[in-house]
């Protein structure tokens, strides 16, 4: 009895790579002087949300 592997569906989280990739590119921009990505950096350190979402937009999924 043979079966046939299921295919994969598309991928929904970043890899790893990605992940470091964005960091480094965050970290870059908040050195070069960019508010933003230190604003985001701050945030992130700090656990808080960066954007605040309506009440209608609360997590999808």
């Keep these: 009895m043979t079966t046939t592997a299921k295919p994969r569906g598309p991928q929904s989280k970043p890899t790893k790579a990605e992940i ?5 590119r965050l970290r870059a921009a ?7 990505a230190n604003a985001l950096l701050i945030a992130l350190a700090e656990n808080k949300p960066a954007i605040t979402m309506g009440a209608g937009l609360a997590r999808a999924g």
């Design 20 to 24: 470091s990739a964005a960091w480094a």
């Design 30 to 36: 908040a050195q070069q002087g960019n508010v933003e």
